[in-house]
């Protein structure tokens, strides 16, 4: 089976899942105390997400000596790392 991926939209979702949760995307402002409220489990969630694809990456192989795959695979594994650490702020102010 052969799979092309857009690694353009993977990058924006990363971003923008980061954003987010950051409060650095426009939104109403009900919403943004919702994200406050919510961060922990947010961010648990992304941490279970970029686990599943840094496992589903885990499985590819380039098709040539393209670096893209393994470029992408370490930007997943900062994603799962940012988020990681952001719980363990949370855990450090409480």
Known sequence: MKVEMDLERIDEMLDMWKKSVDLQLPMMDDFKIRMMQNRRPILENLV????????????????????????????????????????DALDAIR
């Open 48 to 87: 279970q997400t970029g686990t599943g694809w840094t496992l589903m990456l885990s499985c590819m192989q380039p098709l040539d000596d393209d670096e893209d795959l393994a470029a992408l695979k370490q930007r997943v594994k900062q994603f799962v790392a940012w988020a990681a650490a952001e719980i």
